[in-house]
């Protein structure tokens, strides 16, 4: 019964779960609907268990973030010591990537991009974007994330910016920098990963309209049916993600 009743309330973007289920999560300002993302999670619910569902499980990160066992193929500049590098990674530039190599890598359900977009100006983002149409199948999805600069901006203004940063980039600004520098951090971050642009969900949706390459391009929420954490938001106090599928 409690299947048939979660296949029910899944499209309205509800689980449903016995009490004792859903442990308590701290609320985070700014932040609505974090529960509801929080227990789709615990569930199995959500974009991820989708694809799985429908046998679609060949899945692309550009970035190495995240767990090593995740299901993910993953794709980055670094180099590794011989023999050092994990077995789902492969070099790959994805920004001056040929169509070549792309062809070698294959094509995927899914490429996810979190909290990387950010570390490419506008224009180069454009490129990846386009590089990332290559190496989906079609109807294949991408999701990608990055902070959120009108929650940033809100924070800012609402004097709660250190609650939200909790403490990222102080070797660059110290402990005693005004709120100021706190919110320079989310918009030009540290030196070794500098932000080369900031995003809203309008700034994203017009980035994929303008390569002509995506569709059904979608704010995901954290109340969406197919929103979790940390599949789709890996950041949910300051995440903009964009869903979207190749033509």
């Known amino acids: 019964m409690k299947s048939l009743l979660n296949k029910l309330i899944q499209s309205l973007g509800y689980v449903l779960l016995h009490k004792q289920e859903l442990k308590s999560t701290t609320p985070i300002k700014g932040i609505t609907n974090f529960d509801h993302a929080n227990a789709r999670s615990k569930a199995g619910i959500g974009l ?3 694809l799985r569902a429908q046998g679609k499980t060949n899945w692309l990160e550009v ?12 794709i980055d500049i670094l180099d590794f010591p011989e023999g050092q590098a994990p077995e789902n990674y492969r070099k ?10 792309i062809a070698k890598l294959g094509t995927f359900d899914l490429i996810r991009l979190q909290h ?11 490129k990846v974007l386009v590089n990332c149409s290559k190496l989906l199948k079609t109807d294949g999805y991408i999701i990608l994330s990055t902070p959120d600069i009108d929650i940033v901006i809100d924070h800012y203004k609402n004097g709660s910016i250190r609650e939200l940063n909790n403490g990222w980039g102080k070797e660059r600004i110290g402990e005693d920098a005004p709120d100021s520098f706190v919110f320079s951090i989310f918009t030009h971050s540290v030196l070794s990963e500098p ?3 900031c995003y809203n ?13 995506y569709k059904d391009i979608t704010v995901l929420s954290m109340m969406h049916p197919l929103a979790s954490i940390p599949f789709t938001h890996n950041r949910p106090a300051e995440d903009v993600v964009i869903l979207a599928r190749k033509k």
């Open 195 to 197: 932000h080369m642009w």
């Open 116 to 126: 990387v977009f950010e570390h490419f100006t506008p224009e180069v983002g454009l």
């Open 48 to 50: 991820d268990a989708e």
């Open 201 to 213: 969900a309008e700034g994203l949706v017009h980035q994929f309209n303008k390569t002509g390459l």
């Open 63 to 74: 970035g190495t973030g995240g767990r090593d066992d995740d299901g993910f193929i993953k």
């Open 92 to 101: 790959l530039d994805i920004i001056n990537a040929s169509d070549e190599d």
